[in-house]
């Protein structure tokens, strides 16, 4: 498990990221969010040991991570590290060499990775002849090819197609089963369906950590409510209620002060009914409230 406790980071009179803790655990996936500028590279190049802390520090399995524990870690950078005029499976192997492997191993694995990108027939092409979405591909490569302990992703979906996005899922469900995978993204929607776990950041300070679910249960007790026949905006006139939309049937609303046995009389009561249920916020939302 990687545990970031208390870390800040100051450049000049600027903190960037202010005491921030959370924990990234085994066999969970972590989204980590925030608006540009929010710390989330800075925290991950300190997890990675790229960056020194100003103050604070990065555990793995409740001991300081190491210089020799962090080369274990896969570690997908802002900044892509890849060299532009090398062959992609010539620089994977040399990678995969670094941390250890055999050139027989180091070759396997490669074949592997670009077998599941489907790029074996651009294997000899110079990174720089791919498109970007390929070249992205050969990136996350780059950060399994060694079999990691842990995986730190920045932006790993920017720049890819659905077809590749998808792609890029099924290899970290397979790939990552079991380890602490922490990745950074804009793109809330692929967050919500890929993470277990979410730290949201806000002006470098830590504004929300949790299950997903349990962030998704916070804050109003919201309800979703059909009507069979009639309209719905007669509740907007009930007392107790915040109603945010109503569209013929059907109606969004927050309870505001009536409990839910009420509401649920009072439906009852004005007709048949096809469904009264608990809605969860999305994960747009839970952002947007948290980062206010």
């Not at 990745?183 to 890929?194: A, I, N, W």
Request: some cysteine.
């Amino acid at each position: 498990m990687i545990e970031v406790s208390h870390l800040s980071r100051v450049f000049g009179d600027t903190t960037v990221v202010d005491d921030v803790g959370f924990s990234v655990r085994p066999g969970r996936t972590t989204g980590f969010v925030g608006a540009n500028g929010a710390g989330k590279t800075t925290t991950m190049r300190m997890i990675m040991g790229v960056l020194a802390p100003s103050a604070g520090q990065v555990l793995w399995n409740g001991s300081p991570a190491t210089p020799e524990v962090r080369r274990s870690f896969g570690y997908m950078p802002e900044e892509r590290g890849l060299y532009p005029r090398a062959p992609i499976a010539e620089q994977l192997v040399y990678f995969a060499r670094l941390h250890g492997m055999s050139r027989a191993q180091a070759t396997e694995r490669t074949d592997e990775l670009l077998a599941h990108f489907s790029l074996t027939e651009r294997a000899d092409d110079l990174l720089d002849a791919l498109s970007l979405g390929n070249q992205q591909r050969v990136q996350i490569a780059a950060s399994l090819v060694h079999r990691p302990r842990a995986l730190v992703l920045d932006e790993p979906f920017s720049g890819l197609d659905p077809v590749a996005v998808d792609s890029m899922v099924d290899l970290l469900s397979r790939e990552a089963a079991g380890l602490p995978l922490l990745f950074s993204s804009h793109q809330l929607d692929l967050v919500e369906r890929l993470c277990d776990d979410l730290v949201i950041l806000a002006g470098g300070k830590l504004v929300a950590a949790g299950a997903v679910e349990d962030l998704r249960g916070r804050g109003a007790n919201r309800y979703r409510v059909e009507m069979q026949d009639s309209d719905a905006a007669w509740l907007r006139d009930v007392r107790g209620l915040n109603v945010r939309d109503v569209d013929g049937t059907v109606a969004l609303l927050d309870l505001d002060g009536l409990a839910p046995a009420e509401l649920t009389r009072l439906v009852v009561d004005h007709g048949p009914v096809v469904e009264i249920a608990r809605a969860r916020p999305p994960l747009s939302e839970i952002f947007r409230e948290a980062t206010r």
